[in-house]
């Protein structure tokens, strides 16, 4: 924080910032004036965020994209990055994903408290009316989500009509494989729409298809499931008629 200059500084022409690893994000964007700012690039990691943000407010009214890679054991992340949203009235690209290279990253993000704040977030209207505009970011064009249920997505294809393409990095447990053949059908009529709204790309199934399963749209029916379970009450239900026949 000391290397930080106490004076503004104004890079001449400065239209793209790459800032990773570091705690003081806010810092580094108030001292530099970057009014023709277009692009913008966050990486900070595992930084000290505050859970209460009350941050001046950055200049980034030119600002058209924004790619923000977020730590999957971020903590406070998010209310800092709605701050900033919140200050990029005319941005037309948005990529927040995770980038990590533990096998494990994507079970360590659904674990995080604030796993869904993202999105509602650029689901929320300005008023309660069904013609209202997003509060953020009304010109978004391009969205890449860190994970989003297609319930999310239907949410942004209808409120956003700017809205051209979305990617979802990470799908919502049980969106991938489905147990029920109505709800499976369900999700891929879902994902169809979807797709005649806005151009959707899912993360890979990482399930293959076996025996007894049907893939649509991405989305796996496991037939093989129900017919476990009733094998499996069946043989509760003979455990319980041996039991009655010894006693």
């Not at 806010?26 to 966050?42: A, G, H, K, Y």
């Amino acid at each position: 924080m000391d290397m930080l200059p106490r004076t503004t500084v104004a890079p001449p022409g400065l239209k793209s910032l790459s800032l990773t690893y570091t705690d003081h994000l806010w810092e580094i964007l108030q001292i530099l004036d970057t009014p023709n700012l277009e692009r913008l690039v966050v990486e900070c990691g595992l930084a000290e965020w505050f859970s209460e943000v009350d941050p001046p407010s950055p200049v980034l009214s030119n600002l058209r994209e924004l790619t923000w890679y977020t730590d999957p054991g971020a903590d406070h992340e998010t209310p800092n990055l709605l701050h900033l949203l919140q200050h990029c009235p005319n941005m037309e690209s948005f990529l927040y994903s995770c980038k990590s290279s533990y096998a494990d990253t994507k079970q360590k993000y659904f674990r995080r408290r604030d796993v869904d704040d993202m999105i509602v977030a650029l689901s929320d209207r300005l008023n309660e009316t069904h013609e209202s505009s997003p509060r953020l970011c009304p010109g978004l064009k391009r969205l890449q989500l860190a994970c989003a249920s297609y319930e999310h997505v239907r949410e942004l294809a209808l409120l956003r009509p700017a809205l051209e393409f979305v990617s979802v990095q990470y799908r919502k447990p049980g969106d991938d494989v489905v147990q029920s053949k109505a709800v499976w059908r369900e999700k891929v009529e879902l994902i169809r729409w979807i797709r005649s709204k806005v151009e959707f790309e899912l993360e890979r199934n990482e399930v293959a298809v076996g025996p007894g399963m049907e893939e649509e749209e991405g989305v796996l029916w496991d037939s093989n499931y129900r017919r476990h379970q009733d094998m499996a009450g069946n043989f509760d239900r003979l455990a319980e008629n041996a039991t009655e026949t010894l006693r």
